[in-house]
Each structure stands twice: as structure tokens, then as C-alpha cells.
T-cell receptor, first 114, second 112 residues
Framework: EAGVVQSPRYKIIEKKQPVAFWCNPI?????LYWYLQNLGQGPELLIR????????DSQLPKDRFSAERLKGVDSTLKIQPAELGDSAVYLC????????????FGPGTRLTVL | AQSVTQPDIHITVSEGASLELRCNYS??????LFWYVQSPGQGLQLLLK??????LVQGIKGFEAEFKRSQSSFNLRKPSVHWSDAAEYFC??????????FGSGTQLTVLP
């Protein structure tokens, strides 16, 4: 069974440019998460989807960050415009919807903003 | 506020030695507790989890963790460390298992 797929794995951009990350969760997983992981820190939740609905986006900086999960499967996270402080690893995870379930993580996208 | 603390930023052990990584949590009630491992360039992999019941939890790769309510701790242990265990380890807690709060991680170095 394929795990959580993320692309690209690495991205280098200049500040003020837009950038987008893509995530394809494990087949059948209704819940999808985007996390931000700064160097030397644990992941922090940005947004959680249950199917196509964003049920928790309280930590998403909505002035520059946006996300979508149009058909309740794969998802895109966008930053526009990127700032130097956005350099980090962006992790996607997925889980089954019901009950207490393990979150499975993708390998992440390492973003460097110059 | 809910929080997870991993007091040790970096731990070095010799191969074959025992290991204990510390984790303390601050939650209103007993949360669900997890340990994840992250190797360079990899996503996080779940080692073990505690929801309720037996306070000693067995996980993958020979790891175990003990939940101690009185100390608000969930320490990870392994009796004999292998070189392949070198990685970063994250403790996490959740009130609902939907939203995880992670500690800042402990980097493990294994000496030959």
C-alpha cells in the first residue's frame, strides 16, 4: 500500500514568489492534515480536513496561506507571497475519519526562501 | 495551555547501551500519547501509542514506553540501542487524537 505522497520534495524560491505543495493521502483516509515543521522543532498543525471540509484552520496564516481539498482526496497548500520566515518543512499526514486513529505522515517538502 | 516537553535536545549513547527519552505533558485530562521517530529526509513514523489500560506500552523496533499519571510523563525506552536507531524522536499528545501537540524533539546519536 502506498503511503502519503508529497511533491515536490524540495523547493527553493525567492521571497515574494508564490509556491504550492501537493499531497496525496493514503487511499481511503478521509482526514488530511498539513503541518509546518521549523528546524529543531516538532510539527505544528496548519489545517485539518475531514473529506473536503476544512474543520480546523485556526493556525493557518490566512493572509498568505491557502489550502484546498476539492474532491476530498488530494490537497494543495499554497503560499503567496512567500517570506523568508516561511523556510521550513511542510508535512502532510492522513488518517481514517472515525475514532482514534494513527496519523500517517508523508516525507515532507523542504522549502527554502531566499 | 496544552503542551508537551522533551527536556533533552540531544542524547548520545553507545551501541548496545540502554536508552530512555523523556517526555512530560500538560493537559487538562489524561491525553492520548504517542511517540514518533523521524529519520533524515523522512516523514514521521509512529513507534507506539497509549490510549488507556496497561501503562507499559510495547511498540515497534523494540521500543516501549511507560505512562505515569502522577508524573505526567510518558518516557520512551529501549534496552539495547542499534546504530539504525539514530534519528529524531518526537513525543506527542492529543485530547482527541485528531489534533496532535508535539514536543520539540530529541536527537539521538548512536556511537559505534
Amino acid at each position: 500500500e502506498a503511503g502519503v505522497v508529497q511533491s515536490p520534495r524540495y523547493k527553493i524560491i525567492e521571497k515574494k514568489q508564490p509556491v504550492a505543495f501537493w499531497c496525496n493521502p493514503i487511499s481511503g483516509h478521509n482526514t488530511l492534515y498539513w503541518y509546518l515543521q521549523n528546524l529543531g522543532q516538532g510539527p505544528e498543525l496548519l489545517i485539518r480536513y475531514e473529506n473536503e471540509e476544512a474543520v480546523d484552520d485556526s493556525q493557518l496564516p490566512k493572509d498568505r496561506f491557502s489550502a484546498e481539498r476539492l474532491k476530498g482526496v488530494d490537497s494543495t497548500l499554497k503560499i503567496q507571497p512567500a517570506e523568508l520566515g516561511d523556510s521550513a518543512v511542510y508535512l502532510c499526514a492522513s488518517s481514517l475519519l472515525a475514532g482514534v486513529n494513527e496519523q500517517f505522515f508523508g516525507p515532507g517538502t523542504r522549502l527554502t526562501v531566499l | 495551555a496544552q503542551s508537551v516537553t522533551q527536556p533533552d535536545i540531544h542524547i548520545t549513547v553507545s551501541e548496545g547501551a540502554s536508552l530512555e527519552l523523556r517526555c512530560n505533558y500538560s493537559y487538562g485530562a489524561t491525553p492520548y500519547l504517542f511517540w514518533y521517530v523521524q529519520s533524515p529526509g523522512q516523514g514521521l513514523q509512529l513507534l507506539l501509542k497509549y490510549f488507556s489500560g496497561d501503562t507499559l506500552v510495547q511498540g515497534i523496533k523494540g521500543f516501549e514506553a511507560e505512562f505515569k499519571r502522577s508524573q505526567s510523563s510518558f518516557n520512551l525506552r529501549k534496552p539495547s540501542v542499534h546504530w539504525s536507531d539514530a534519528a529524531e524522536y518526537f513525543c506527542a499528545a492529543s485530547g482527541s487524537a485528531r489534533q496532535l501537540t508535539f514536543g520539540s524533539g530529541t536527537q539521538l546519536t548512536v556511537l559505534p
